[in-house]
């Protein structure tokens, strides 16, 4: 079992749509990341939590430290936020980080 | 002010030549990693820096991968003999010192720069 896991792999939306990508882990942590991956491959940090909830413009993220999991919501999504959406996670001391599989997110005009 | 940067952010070679990646941190920060991208992958842990150390090297997959770090600040990543196997995305990324060391919060954010995609015909 990967010590994080993301679900869906891929999804697919129409503009307009509410998106949803859970992230599962195994590990003890102090934070998580979300990144997202552009397809020039450059990727880029959303959200760093350790608790509670995000909000960034239509994004959301929301982290349950007692059940190991977190989700990260677009709300309206647009044909622009089509990207791989990536869970990354440190251990619970130190900055060396586990990925995710990634969740490829195709939004449709 | 400047994130991470690395060039070349491109590098076509031929199997069996050497490859230099370079990587530039965000200023002020001394932890620096290198992780890898290959098609189709996920993301994985290559070596970490801190200052000029290398304190994790366990992610580099062979002998034929190498890394430095001088002044605290730029590093290369070096690539002998590829091999079509290495094809990839390298990407580095940089954040203020782990714990432990002068940071007070049990986790740094990483910020990463651009990439570099490799193929090795």
Not at chain 1, 69 to 86: E, F, G, K, Q
């Amino acid at each position: 079992k990967n010590e994080v896991e993301q679900s869906p792999q891929n999804l697919t939306a129409q503009e307009g749509e509410f998106i949803t990508i859970n992230c599962s882990y195994s590990v003890g942590i102090s934070a998580l990341h979300w990144l997202q991956q552009h397809p020039g491959g450059g990727i880029v940090s959303l959200f760093m939590l350790s608790s509670g909830k995000k909000k960034h413009g239509r994004l959301i993220a929301t982290i349950n430290i007692q059940e190991k999991h977190s989700s990260l919501h677009i709300t309206a999504s647009h044909p622009r936020d089509s990207a791989v959406y990536i869970c990354a996670v440190p251990p619970a001391a130190g900055n060396k980080l586990t990925f995710g599989g990634g969740t490829r997110v195709l939004v449709k005009p | 002010g400047a994130g991470v940067s690395q060039s070349p952010s491109n590098k076509v070679t031929e199997k069996g030549k050497d490859v230099e990646l370079r990587c530039d941190p965000i200023s002020g920060h001394t932890a620096l990693y290198w992780y890898r991208q290959s098609l189709g992958q996920g993301l994985e842990f290559l070596i970490y820096f801190q200052g000029n150390s290398a304190p994790d090297k366990s992610g580099l997959p062979s002998d034929r991968f190498s890394a430095e770090r001088t002044g605290g600040s730029v590093s290369t990543l070096t690539i002998q003999r590829t091999q079509q196997e290495d094809s990839a995305v390298y990407l580095c990324a940089s954040s203020f010192p782990e714990p432990g060391l002068a940071g007070v919060r049990p986790y740094n954010e990483q910020f990463f720069g651009p990439g570099t995609r490799l193929t090795v015909l």
